[in-house]
């Protein structure tokens, strides 16, 4: 068991880990190109038409898939920024300023499909919403974590500036998801819980699951392609960045 231990610790060293994810990039954004061609042509030409929506409900396949991630991602922020402040790893900082610009695009894009959703089915682009408003938040503190890392010069410090806002953010995740069980709301309750069987039919509950897992992996080899940029960037004067191949051409 702890010799388990200390091999995973060892790649908790920018060093180690650096040539490890480049080697895992290639796989998983090969699985997401898979699996979004998979979920995307299920949903746009397997899936039944829905009853009440037409033909436009179609783009809850990447709407609810944007949602889910976009609160995920942060709660695997906050997880980093936890470990930062309590291990004072360097790679925990790092993880969580690379992941922050994915999280944050598939906020906008939740924000962005949703009103594109809503416009024929409430006819309007927005109301403030309980979801709609928090997931709004959402986004602002993405961008605000994003800017709060750029305002200051030291990585340390705004690593652990960047944690503080991650943990104080938090509570936002619970509002997200449970407003349409607190609030009375215009947005509609889930379909999918972990709880209650699906209320959606089995290749309309694929294609969902297949664009989720699609956006899971293509945020992990976008973080992983940008945590090597920030690595290289914050370690250039480590002697082991001099001896990398792509630095030495």
């Known amino acids: 068991m702890?010799?388990?231990?200390?091999?995973?610790?060892?790649?908790?060293?920018?060093?180690?880990?650096?040539?490890?994810?480049?080697?895992?990039?290639?796989?998983?954004?090969?699985?997401?190109?898979l699996f979004g061609a998979a979920g995307l042509y299920i949903g746009f030409f397997v899936a039944p038409t829905?009853?009440?929506?037409?033909?436009?409900?179609?783009i809850i396949f990447v709407h609810v898939a944007a949602a889910w991630m976009s609160m995920f991602i942060y709660l695997v922020m906050a997880f980093w920024a936890a470990l930062g402040l309590s291990l004072n790893t360097r790679l925990?900082?790092?993880m969580a300023s690379?992941?922050?610009?994915?999280?944050?695009?598939?906020?906008?894009?939740?924000?962005?499909?949703?009103?594109?959703?809503?416009?024929?089915?409430w006819g309007t682009w927005w109301v403030w919403d309980?979801?709609?408003?928090?997931?709004?938040?959402?986004?602002?503190?993405?961008?605000?974590?994003?800017?709060?890392q750029s305002a200051i010069d030291d990585p340390r410090r705004a690593d652990r500036a960047g944690a503080v806002l991650l943990l104080v953010g938090v509570i936002n995740i619970p509002i997200i998801y449970f407003?349409?069980?607190?609030?009375?709301?215009l947005h509609q309750g889930a379909s999918v819980s972990?709880?209650?069987?699906?209320t959606m039919a089995r290749t309309m509950l694929w294609g969902m699951l297949?664009?989720?897992?699609?956006?899971?992996?293509y945020a992990i080899a976008a973080a992983l392609y940008r945590v090597r940029c920030i690595m290289l960037e914050r370690e250039r004067n480590a002697g082991w960045v001099y001896e990398l191949p792509e630095v030495k051409s």
């Not at 060892?10 to 080697?23: D, E, I, R, V």
């Open 98 to 121: 690379a992941l922050a610009p994915t999280g944050a695009l598939f906020a906008f894009l939740s924000l962005w499909t949703g009103a594109l959703w809503g416009k024929p089915m």
């Open 130 to 148: 309980a979801r709609l408003t928090s997931s709004l938040i959402l986004f602002f503190l993405y961008l605000g974590f994003i800017a709060l």
């Open 179 to 185: 407003s349409v069980q607190w609030w009375n709301t």
């Open 210 to 217: 297949l664009m989720v897992l699609s956006f899971w992996m």
């Open 92 to 94: 925990s900082g790092m």
């Open 50 to 58: 829905d009853a009440q929506q037409g033909e436009g409900y179609r």
């Open 2 to 33: 702890s010799r388990r231990l200390i091999n995973w610790f060892k790649y908790s060293s920018p060093q180690t880990f650096y040539p490890l994810a480049g080697k895992m990039i290639p796989w998983f954004a090969t699985l997401a190109v």
């Open 194 to 198: 972990l709880t209650k069987a699906p």
